[in-house]
């Protein structure tokens, strides 16, 4: 019987797997727009920290300053240079008058290097609504940016899962009104989505039938148009005027005189829930270890040998053996080439090997 250590694997030892799991993400409004509320600050939680260059927010599910606080996602807006000329044509930068015009161009114009990528000419594309980029028409200039947290979304939202709530209220501040809401999916994009992305995959965000913003799923980013945020705007009951909205005027008009900061106070005051789904990918790599029944039927301790005779079995007085070879297998190591140790698999328990029995082990790595 031959006293195995090690045994060499082929490729039918050898198979993959791909496993996708889900957690369901569920972001309520109270937390966004400030549970953590105290009476030195008056417009925002301490659970939203912002900077000293006003260009985003940082939501928290927690006071951001304690060690238990968990980053959920930023928030911040961008315009393109086009949503700057009455006409719709790029113009170089004039409006001074307008807030944190240098700012906002520059989130956009990075945003959209990530996520749409170049033209033929080296030109940075524009966002699209429909996701040709061939077309002039269609073009998405004055958005909302959240860039959730890889501690939530993982390897990417789920197609089809994601869901935005939004309240809205003529009164631009107090927003997060329960008179209107818009319910804001991708439910169409669940198989109808597009891979021409430098970022991956990604899906369009509909308010009915209404394409309102795109969801890069592998990036975990939703890019929301400004009039999205006008739609949430409207008493029920009316129409949406987002060029001259009651009281708050048009989200647009406000994302490109406002800063940065108040627009986005504005977006937080009207979430009043997003979920969605993410997803871990799961890759393993399963190898099938297989004792065939002159296999390994000698314990690897040198202690079980002497002078090729198996010394624990043997009769003291005779110096013959009593019972056939026997070992427990207790212990799976994986090898490279150059008998160097990987990786090490343990059992729950030791398995009785004898010439008369065969064992098959299935190892599985994940990665």
């Known amino acids: 019987m031959s006293a195995i250590s090690f045994k060499t694997l082929t490729q039918d030892d050898v198979t993959t797997s791909r496993t996708l799991l889900h957690e369901s993400i569920p972001i309520t409004g109270t937390l966004v727009s400030g549970t953590y ?39 911040t807006v961008g315009c393109s240079t086009g949503s700057y000329s009455a006409s719709g044509s790029i113009v170089a930068l004039s409006k001074q008058s307008e807030a944190q015009v240098s700012k906002k ?4 114009n990075q945003m959209a290097q990530v996520l749409v990528g170049y033209d ?3 030109n940075i594309r524009r966002f699209d609504a429909d996701g040709d980029y061939g077309t002039t028409t269609d073009k998405m200039d004055d958005m909302v940016f959240m860039n959730f947290s890889r501690l939530l979304v993982k390897d990417e939202i789920k197609k089809g899962s994601f869901e935005l709530k939004l309240g809205g209220d003529p009164d631009w501040e107090q927003g997060n009104s329960a008179t209107t809401v ?3 999916t991708d439910a169409a994009s669940a198989t109808n989505y597009r891979a021409n992305s430098p970022a991956g995959e990604y899906g369009f965000l509909k308010n009915g039938s209404t394409t309102v913003g795109l969801i ?3 990036a975990g980013i939703v890019a929301l148009t400004a009039s999205a945020v006008g739609q949430a705007s409207a008493r029920a009951g009316e129409s949406v ?9 048009t989200s647009i008009t406000l994302l490109r005189t406002g800063s940065m900061d108040a627009f986005s106070d504005g977006v937080r005051n009207r979430i009043h829930n997003i979920k969605f789904n993410n997803t871990t990918e799961l890759n393993s790599t399963i190898y099938f270890c297989r004792a065939n029944k002159g296999e390994f039927n000698y314990s690897s301790n040198p202690t079980y040998l002497t002078g090729s005779k198996i010394r624990v079995k043997e009769d003291p007085g005779t110096n013959e053996f009593k019972n056939m070879p026997m070992s427990y297998v207790t212990t799976v190591g994986l090898y490279s080439p150059d008998n160097e140790l990987l990786a090490v698999a343990k059992l729950s328990e030791p398995i009785k090997k004898t010439p008369i029995n065969e064992l098959n082990l299935r190892v599985r790595l994940d990665y």
């Open 37 to 75: 509320e105290t009476s030195s600050v008056t417009s925002r939680g301490l659970n939203v920290k912002t900077f000293s260059h006003g260009m985003f927010q940082s939501i928290y599910d927690y006071p951001y300053a304690s060690s238990s606080a968990n980053h959920v996602f930023d928030l």
């Open 105 to 108: 161009v520059n989130i956009y």
């Open 120 to 122: 033929t000419d080296g």
């Open 182 to 184: 818009v319910t804001i």
């Open 216 to 218: 890069y799923y592998q």
């Open 241 to 249: 005027n987002v060029e001259m909205h009651e009281n708050a005027g």
